[in-house]
């Protein structure tokens, strides 16, 4: 069964806490992906990643930056956390290659992470 | 700028009482439509990609078709089992990195 772990269900941080959030996948997935969930505003790209060291911002990058060292790990960065950074964050992870042939578009994603900053 | 629309935003059925939900799109170069089922508390679970107009695909109670500017996820006979968040999604533009953009979604709640 393909899977992506997202390493922490539940996170309380005080403003101005710096805060990690880890992703790991176990399918060889060239790409990954940080959303963000809030009520009525749907899922929200934060930054994605093509391959190893490599990084794109998306639709939100502000406040937020990424890390992708190894080929299954893509961590979420919070350099200095604020309340309006509270929210439920998604990892996913696909086979969608940059540049090469579409395939099915299927995201595969984790289980979540709900940040709550005080 | 691409964009997806869900409607309604929540749905009330009872049990064996057929709907639609509807997702419009405004995209340059459609790559691909997807839908997703999302339970509280959990992340989204793929369920369908649909690529041109006229296409269906179908899943158990759930069938999505796809025209050149909306896609239905039409539920038959729903069972409770069936409540949960949709997500509609799509892919546009000209390469295979181009973003996936999602709707906010059709919360739909099944009567036993």
């Known amino acids: 069964d393909v899977k992506v772990t997202q390493s922490s269900r539940y996170l309380v941080k005080r403003t101005g806490e710096k805060v990690f959030l880890e992703c790991v996948q176990d399918m060889d997935h060239e790409n990954m992906f940080w959303y963000r969930q809030d009520p009525g505003l749907g899922l929200r790209l934060i930054y994605f990643?093509?391959?190893?060291?490599?990084?794109e911002k998306g639709d939100i990058p502000e406040g937020y930056s990424v890390s992708r060292e190894k080929k299954e790990r893509f961590s979420l960065i919070l350099e200095s956390a604020s309340t309006n950074q509270t929210s439920m964050y998604l990892c996913?992870?696909?086979?969608?290659?940059?540049?090469?042939?579409?395939?099915?578009?299927?995201?595969?994603f984790g289980e979540g992470s709900r940040l709550t900053v005080l | 700028e691409d964009q997806v629309t869900q409607s309604p935003e929540a749905l009330r059925l009872q049990e064996g009482e057929s709907s639609s939900l509807n997702c419009s799109y405004t995209?340059?170069?459609?790559?691909?439509l997807f839908w997703y089922r999302q339970d509280p508390g959990k992340g989204p679970e793929f369920l369908f990609t649909?690529?041109?107009a006229g296409e269906e695909k179908e899943k158990e109670r759930l069938k999505a078709t796809l025209t050149k500017k909306e896609s239905f996820l039409h539920i038959t006979a729903p069972k409770p089992e069936d409540s949960a968040t949709y997500l509609c999604a799509v892919q546009g533009g000209y390469s295979s990195a181009s973003k996936i953009i999602f709707g906010s979604g059709t919360r739909l709640s099944i009567r036993p």
């Open positions: 995209v340059s170069g459609l790559r691909g």
């Open positions: 649909l690529y041109s």
């Open positions: 990643s093509y391959d190893v060291k490599m990084k």
């Open positions: 996913a992870s696909s086979l969608l290659a940059s540049g090469g042939p579409s395939n099915t578009g299927e995201l595969f």
